[in-house]
């Protein structure tokens, strides 16, 4: 008799309904009940952006209210979308043992790493959809994780309403 083996699944999330249903698919779909998975949920704070003015010398400076206030708005975000996945996690298999990571990066990149640090056994990650010309000028998070990451990546679309 074969020995269960857990499985470690990761699943990025966002503010996008994209991701949201990536995760209600891959908890009705991948996640059985009363299995030894364990689901992390990864969200990925986008960097902060630096600005540099064109004209002058300088750049354009923040003073420590305005950095504070930006970094409390994104540990606000990241929270909320933690709970909401964690709400969907709790609704549709209540069983599951679920892990959470907030990362700091460019999505891309914290992705593909946090697959191979975590030894995730799958990747999910839903899809925006984008045409040929949005992904091609905002690139595909999906794509470049697909060919960068070093476990299977399953990605799955949303259908359209």
């Not at 975000?77 to 298999?93: G, P, R, S």
């Amino acid at each position: 008799m074969s020995e269960k083996k857990e499985r470690r699944i990761l699943v990025a999330v966002d503010e996008g309904e994209e991701s949201m249903h990536a995760l209600s698919w891959c908890l009705s779909n991948l996640v059985h009940p009363n299995s030894d998975d364990t689901l992390i949920l990864l969200y990925s704070k986008p960097p902060r952006p630096v600005y540099t003015a064109i004209d002058g010398p300088g750049g354009y400076l923040f003073s420590a209210d305005v950095t504070a206030a930006i970094e409390r708005y994104g540990d606000q975000v990241a929270h909320n979308v933690m709970e909401k996945a964690k709400k969907v996690c709790a609704d549709l298999q209540p069983q599951v043992k679920v892990e959470t990571k907030v990362e700091n990066g460019d999505p891309r990149d914290v992705i593909c790493e946090a697959a191979e640090k975590l030894a995730a056994d799958v990747l999910v990650m839903g899809s925006h959809g984008y045409g040929v010309i949005k992904r091609a000028f905002l690139g595909s998070v999906s794509n470049h994780c697909a060919q960068k990451a070093k476990c299977p990546v399953l990605i799955v679309k949303k259908p359209k309403s």
